[in-house]
């Protein structure tokens, strides 16, 4: 059974963590559980890139992961606390992993991944809202049923009246900021949005069209969303600015 990015992740914060603590400090850290005890450790391993990178994991995902890893003797179960010591062949794998698909630049989870959600969220409605106005089309389902990002895109539509001038705009911050990150990611954030004329991928078709891993598209997704937000002090554009205003 081979490895996937969620297995390299939890190897690589198993290696950090160096058997201080269980498979559950895992599990808490990728949820982005914000307590004194994650936040302090993921400080402590030097693991806060991953805080909050896999909210839709569930135990047993992590319970599979680490049966895994064990069956591939990259894991080394420690007495009975429930901690494991990473093997020289696991270190190994887990060197050779992350040449072939290394973590992505800016992408962090603790400085970002809150203020990412809610980035998309808004970006990906307004780039929907736009495309249909564009195309004189009122009948559409909203990418999102968040009533927050709802009422926040239509309160910010209602403020500024010259969509077509917005399209632009937006269209403009994106290319700009797409240009300067990875090929990859930038296609992946691109087939990510819906318009008038295509629905979304989601990172299963996406891994399916690129031949890639499911879980390292969905970590270069958010990869480029986590750009959005580092390049925010040098951006010119003041819709980028508008859509985290206040986050």
């Known amino acids: 059974m081979s490895l996937n990015y969620f297995d390299i992740m939890v190897l690589d914060c198993l290696c950090k963590i160096n058997g201080e603590r269980s498979g559950s400090a895992v599990f808490h850290l990728f949820k982005g559980k914000r307590s004194s005890q994650t936040i302090q450790d993921a400080g402590l391993f030097q693991t806060a890139k991953y805080f909050g990178m896999a909210q839709q994991c569930s135990r047993s995902d992590i319970s599979a992961s680490l049966t895994k890893l064990e069956q591939h003797s990259y894991l080394e ?14 270190k190994a794998a887990l060197r050779h992993a992350l040449s072939e698909r290394p973590w992505p630049a800016n992408c962090h989870g603790a ?30 389902i909203p990418v999102t049923n968040d009533y927050k990002t709802l009422h926040w895109v239509k309160k910010y539509l209602s403020r500024n009246t010259d969509h077509i001038k917005m399209a632009n705009s937006l269209f403009a911050m994106l290319e700009e900021n797409l240009h300067k990150i990875d090929d990859k990611a ?8 819906t318009s008038h004329d295509r629905i979304g991928y989601t990172s299963r078709q996406l891994a399916d069209t690129l031949k ?10 958010w990869a480029s969303v986590h750009y959005f937000i ?18």
Request: glycine share 4%.
């Open 111 to 140: 400085y970002y991944q809150q203020a990412a959600g809610v980035l998309w969220k808004r970006l990906s409605l307004l780039v929907q809202v736009l495309s249909h106005k564009q195309r004189g089309s009122r009948q559409y």
């Open 230 to 247: 580092h390049s925010l002090p040098e951006c010119e554009h003041s819709l980028l600015k508008d859509l985290l205003s206040d986050v």
């Open 212 to 221: 890639e891993d499911e879980w390292y598209v969905y970590v270069m997704f």
């Open 77 to 90: 179960p420690m007495s009975e606390t429930d901690t494991y010591k990473v093997t020289a062949s696991g």
């Open 186 to 193: 930038a296609q992946i954030f691109v087939y990510s949005l």
